[in-house]
C-alpha cells in the first residue's frame, strides 16, 4: 500500500465506515514479523551469533585438547633437573635434552606399572653473562618453585649451580652424602656423582662432549615426597651398578 492508500485507510478506521477486520493495515500489524523456521531459521541465528560460535569452539577445542594430553601424555616415572649456571654446561645440557632423558630411562623402574618409562627431564638456565636480567630472574623463580613443589630429587648440573642453590643452607642438608652410600666408587665425590666417563655419559651420547665439571646429585631435604626421593635414590643405585634394567631405544 502507497502511502496516500496508507493514510485513506487510517481516515475510514477513524470514521468507523470500515472495521479493522476489514482494513489492510490492521491485517499487516497483525501478522507482523514473521519467526523463520528451518534452514532460515539456522542461517539467521548464525548471522547474528557467529561471533559467541566461534569463540565458544575455540574454547571448547582447547579444553578437550588439555584433557586428552593429560589423559594419554607420558608421566615422568622420575623427575630431573638439569641446571646451568656456565655456558659450557648450557650448551652440552640444551642440546641433550633427550639424549638425558632417554639415558636416564635405562635405570628407572616402571613405577607407574603403565606401557612405557618416562624420565622427565626439565632443563633450566641460569646462566647470567649476556642474558637479560628479566629472563634471569624468570628462570630463578622456576627454579625455586621446581625445589618446593618437591618431585624432582635428581638433579644434574655444574658446580657453581649446586654452589648456589645450597648458599642459604649447607650441602649436609641438602644433598645426599654419595660417598657414604657408595664408598671408594669411582666418580663419587662427597654428594656429588661426576658424570664425564661414566655408562650415563655414554648412553646420553655426551662420552666425548660432556664438561668436566657436570655431576649428578640427589636431593635429601625434608619437602617432598618421600616416594620421589625413594625413586631418585634407586635409579641413582641401578646407574652406580651398571643395572641397565630396560632396553636401549
Do not use: W
Not at 623427575?79 to 656456565?86: D, F, H, Q, V
Not at 624432582?152 to 657453581?160: K, P, Q, R, S, Y
Amino acid at each position: 500500500m502507497s502511502y496516500s492508500d496508507d493514510k485513506r485507510e487510517l481516515l475510514k478506521l477513524k470514521q468507523g465506515i470500515i472495521g479493522e477486520e476489514e482494513s489492510e493495515i490492521a491485517k499487516e500489524e497483525k501478522h507482523g514479523y514473521e519467526k523463520p523456521r528451518g534452514k532460515a531459521a539456522a542461517e539467521n541465528f548464525f548471522y547474528h551469533y557467529k561471533i559467541h560460535l566461534i569463540v565458544a569452539v575455540f574454547f571448547t577445542a582447547v579444553i578437550a585438547f588439555l584433557a586428552y594430553d593429560a589423559l594419554t601424555g607420558e608421566k615422568g616415572d622420575i623427575r630431573i633437573l638439569t641446571l646451568a649456571s656456565t655456558d659450557e654446561t648450557a650448551v652440552a645440557l640444551a642440546y641433550k635434552k633427550q639424549s638425558i632423558e632417554e639415558a636416564f630411562e635405562l635405570y628407572t623402574p616402571n613405577y607407574d606399572k603403565n606401557k612405557y618409562v618416562h624420565a622427565e627431564n626439565f632443563y633450566i638456565d641460569m646462566t647470567r653473562e649476556g642474558r637479560d636480567a628479566n629472563a634471569y630472574y624468570g628462570n630463578s623463580v622456576k627454579l625455586i618453585s621446581e625445589i618446593r613443589d618437591g618431585t624432582a630429587f635428581i638433579l644434574v648440573g655444574d658446580m657453581e649451580i649446586f654452589e648456589e642453590i645450597t648458599r642459604e643452607t649447607t650441602l649436609e642438608i641438602f644433598f645426599v652424602n654419595l660417598e657414604e652410600l657408595y664408598p671408594g666408587v669411582p666418580n663419587v665425590e662427597g654428594y656429588f656423582y661426576r658424570l664425564k666417563g661414566t655408562e650415563l655419559a655414554d648412553a646420553a651420547n655426551m662420552l666425548a662432549s660432556c664438561p668436566e665439571n657436570l655431576y649428578v646429585a640427589i636431593r635429601r631435604n625434608p619437602s617432598g615426597s618421600e616416594e620421589n626421593r625413594a625413586r631418585a635414590l634407586e635409579v641413582f643405585d641401578n646407574i652406580v651398578k651398571g643395572d641397565k634394567i630396560n632396553a636401549e631405544p
